[in-house]
């Protein structure tokens, strides 16, 4: 089974703090997600790599930066975090659509519910 | 942009009946792909059922099966026989791999709840 594990499932951060989430898929895809999950808004995408080191910007990516140096991890970055960045975070991976049948099927993490104060 | 609209935000339904989740999408891709995705309480999103917009036939997995109708741009899940498990939030999604994003848009979710 595939399997994305999320470093941490609860933060409490103060404002103006850096924040650090990551996340490893242990099956070898190449895409990689951020999304950002909130009550009444569904999930909206941050940010997208499709292989290491690249990166793609999704709908909200102000206020967030992302690193990919290895093909099993992503990690999501708040500069500075601030009080309306409090939210779930869920990671993702999917194999591409090169590589699949399943196209678009994603591995969801367990998220990471993150309180900025 | 493509957008994904869920416009009922919470629904119950009783164990063993029974249940509809709409959803609307806009795109001008020609060939793309539909999802929805289940969110038990405190759980991992998981992926229901998966339609490819070129097959006419519709998609069924177990107690759950989808009518998607290409041209009115409707993509809506059937839950027969629910089950007390069936209780989660249900997000429809969608994505065109071929526009050169593999990225998935989401829509914002619809609350199911299945009572005793």
């Known amino acids: 089974d595939v399997k994305v594990t999320q470093s941490s499932r609860y933060l409490v951060k103060r404002t103006g703090e850096k924040v650090f989430l990551e996340c490893v898929q242990d099956?070898?895809?190449?895409?990689m997600f951020w999304y950002r999950q909130d009550p009444g808004l569904g999930l909206r995408l941050i940010y997208f790599?499709?292989?290491?080191?690249?990166?793609e910007k999704g709908d909200i990516p102000e206020g967030y930066s992302v690193s990919r140096e290895k093909k099993e991890r992503f990690s999501l970055i708040l500069e500075s975090a601030s009080t309306n960045q409090t939210s779930m975070y869920l990671c993702a991976s999917s194999l591409p659509a090169r590589r699949t049948v399943n196209t678009g099927e994603l591995f969801f993490g367990e998220g990471s519910r993150l309180t900025v104060l | 942009a493509q957008t994904v609209t869920q416009s009922q935000p919470e629904m119950s339904v009783q164990e063993a009946e029974t249940v509809t989740l709409s959803c609307t999408y806009d795109?001008?891709?020609?060939?793309?792909?539909l999802f929805w995705y289940k969110q038990p309480p405190s759980r991992q999103m998981i992926l229901v059922i998966r339609q490819e917009a070129y097959k006419q036939q519709n998609a069924t997995e177990n107690r759950f099966s989808v009518n998607f109708q290409k041209a009115a741009k409707s993509f809506s899940l059937k839950i027969s026989d629910s089950q007390l498990g069936d209780t989660a939030m249900y997000f429809c999604a969608f994505t065109a791999p071929q526009g050169g994003s593999e990225k998935l848009v989401f829509g914002k979710g619809m609350k199911l709840t299945v009572n005793p």
């Open positions: 790599s499709y292989d290491v080191k690249m990166k």
């Open positions: 795109t001008s891709e020609s060939n793309y792909y």
């Open positions: 099956m070898d895809h190449e895409n």
